[in-house]
């Protein structure tokens, strides 16, 4: 079976997560690898018609519990669709298990984690080698904060480093979790991501 090496791409709203995913994909497939990048499945489901902003907690429930066991099953599927392949595999979700968990209480989050069936150790620690946080640019880089160019983003400059915040703590504990800065020149923060993926797969 290939190498398979699964990747969390995540980080606060304006991080460059789209630019940087196209990034790595062009550079790793260059280099001879099977690159899956999978879409971020809150924004699938916003699209399809889903509200996270409602109030009604059993509808938020429902939502949010079918909204994780969708992200599973479609990085398990794409897990073995690389590993049926003959390349070394490189899987980069845009977003992972944890995030939801940035986004609500720790008891919700509990009961979301009951439906279905996981723990913090298996959705954050055994189902991902690395996960990369790409701090948003209202951290460091507060002029190319726009919210213009995604149509599900609206947070505030305050709103989104509170985001960005709550992701590093949902994801902490992970063995292999590096924290991307914001940088004045974007350039320097994808290169900075490239480097550390080079680590973690042992790319030269």
Known sequence: MPKITRIVLTGGPCAGKSTILKRIQNKYTNLGYAVFTLPESATLFIEAGADFLTKDADLSFTTESNKLQFQMVMEDCITRIAAAGDKPALLVCDRGTMDTA???????????????????????????????HICTAAKGAEQFYT??????????????????????????????????????????????????????????
């Open 147 to 204: 919210r213009q160019n995604n149509n599900c983003r609206s947070e505030s400059l305050e709103l989104a480093r509170v985001v960005d915040d709550n992701l590093i703590a949902a994801w902490k504990g992970h063995p292999v979790l590096r924290i991307i800065n914001a940088e004045l020149c974007f350039e320097d923060k994808i290169d900075h991501v490239l480097r550390v993926i080079d680590e973690i797969i042992g790319a030269k």
């Open 102 to 132: 940035a986004y609500m209480d720790h008891d919700v989050w509990q009961h979301v984690m009951d439906a279905v069936g996981g723990t913090t150790e298996s959705l954050r620690d055994k189902r991902y080698e690395a996960v990369l």
